[in-house]
């Protein structure tokens, strides 16, 4: 199906000075245009879709930090969009079913969130919610007399904010009795603070209301949604006793406004997210996965209904990643809700969702009779968050590809085509030097077809020799594509050619593509990477003595792998890596059912460590050659220093060999996507400085021994 991008009305055109327009003065983008960079985040499409309300966030670099501020844009007239508060941390738009209010969160200097009220005829702001610990984006009931929202609120915070002051001083040792103790951003968890469910009254007053708690006790719950007849609220919670030794599961609840107790509604034994209700409230669909056989590194989630008690998977035959974000990316908004949710038409008969196919996001409709799945466009591009209107007829989504960070759009099913309602990083680009990549396949050593681009340099000529760096994506369940990422085009502008490639293993290929990696990780990946470097040194355009390797996370672990098996590459930086798998495995949180349920390995290290040692780079040490940087961040509990870059770069120096180790300190693994602005742009720069001294020669002094 064709797609057709309506760019920006005229008013907008002339304002953001669209990229259309051709400038003599066009120069290579640079680490430090990321610090003007603005996001599109969270939007939120009215019910009668004229308007659109949404988050923007912009870098503030004084404070370096990311504010973010409400704006609204109409869906279908040529108006500019125009700010609705002054930020600095709002957030969370959320419409009242008549259109006439406007709900959003708007944080402290604390970073506690409170819910508030806009009226759409004018005016203020005004503060609906008082909780000591603040609260979640809002779900508004059918009547829009009341709004849902989840809160990690104590009984104890509400009896210290009733004596006017704080609660209790309490020890600050902590006494941990699981094993899932510590999340990368959030730090240590408080098993004492679930999130639970709030109802609050919105009338007409001034002050802060009484929120009322209606659930209780140790499991957290998330994912709020109303019943269509307003009498109770679905909740998606996770109610085992020790969640930390299954695979990742969540069941549906039903939470009636009555007081009666809360009642399992659905449970598929495995993960479920984005619950919708059917227009006539008898059915609820939802994404997810049901883990089947041996734990798996990668479940490939598809979509699913309820049918009077029963659950059925819709898109069983339909081999791609329904409704989750596996696209890499170093641009998708820093803050703000990525949502995606499930789209019911207004007839009940299909679904609307967001699908990833070979490194592109496109819509696709699900007949919810048949199973059969409808793409609606098939763009090269990535769909970042989006929100429809109840009947399904308009959805309006940030829409992001390789030259752009992303902007609003206007989508319409029944035509396939887009609107552009937004472009605030045109006026920018539209300076910029910068061409999209160049796709390719080709057939690896057992005939799997791998895909891959190519950034070239400002200026390329196919008679000339360049340098390639190797970029290697993280997860590795997760995909490249038609998605910015800064850090490809900065260092195609710097002279580079940029290879990135989706190995096996990689998500949006189908299951059976992502479980040739299964216990074999790194491994035949590394293969895999290694072909698509030899495919572009066939093109006779690439100097085999001047190639470069990074990658972050996973990509950091095959970058360390990579260097251990192979002196090809003249320089390396490794980025939030792992190097040593056993002291990975002991150290690591977040997604601890990795570690506790074996899914990377078949067993635990203490009952067969040489399965761990067979796959961790630091055993194979001594093969290093390659001049290699280690870049970490000090708070990261996903990929722990200690057992990354640290024992890398003590590894290389014990043998006396070139290595030079970055350290971000309050950075966790996010460094890349969602540091601070000014780490961001210095990781960047340590980045190139390392290939530009040991692939293009030039002379830094930087990390030379101290």
Known sequence: MRIVLRICSWAVIVACACATLAFADKRPITEKDFLKFKWVADPQISSDGLKVAFVLIEVNEQEDRYDSSLWLVEASSATFPRRLTAGPRDSGPRWSPDGRTLAFQRAGEDDVAQTYLMPMSGGEGRRLTDLPKGTSAVTWSPDGKSVAFTSTTSQEDLDAKMRGGSPPKKSDVRIITRPDFRVDGGGWIDPSRPSHLWIASVDDGDAP??????????????????????????VVSNRLEDPEFHPPVAALYFVPLSGEPMQKKTDIGGMMANPACSPDGKSVAFTGFVPTGPSKMFYQPDLFV??????????????????????????????GDISQPVVWSSDGKSLIVDATQHGRTWFVRVDVASGSVEPLEKGDHDIVSYSATPTGDRIACVLSDTLRVGDLFLFEPASGRFKQLTCFNDELFSHLEVAPPEEFWFNCFDRQRINGWVFKPAGFLATKKYPMILEIHGGPSIAYGHTMYHELLVLAARGYVVLFVNPRGSSSYGQAFADLIQYKYPGDDYSDLMAAVDEQLKRGFVDEKRLGVTGGS???????????????????????????????????SGGIEDFLTPVWFRKFPFQDPEEYLSRSPVRFATNISTPMMFIEGDEDYVAPPGAGGEAMFRALKAQRKTAVMIRFPGEGHDLSRSGKPSHRVERLQHILNWFDKYLQGADIKLYDPQ
């Open 306 to 335: 309820t049918e009077g008690g029963k659950v059925r998977n819709l898109t069983t035959e339909y081999d791609y990643d329904i409704g989750a974000e596996w696209m890499a990316s170093d641009q998708h908004p820093p803050k």
């Open 209 to 234: 209301v009484e929120a009322e708690q209606l659930t209780f006790g140790r499991f957290n719950e998330k994912a709020t949604f109303w019943s269509r007849d307003g009498k109770g609220i679905y």
């Open 554 to 588: 996973g990509g950091g672990i095959l970058t360390n792998w990579t260097v251990t098996q192979t002196s090809r590459f003249a320089a390396a930086v490794s980025q939030r890596s792992v190097a040593d798998m056993i002291g990975f495995w002991f150290t690591a």
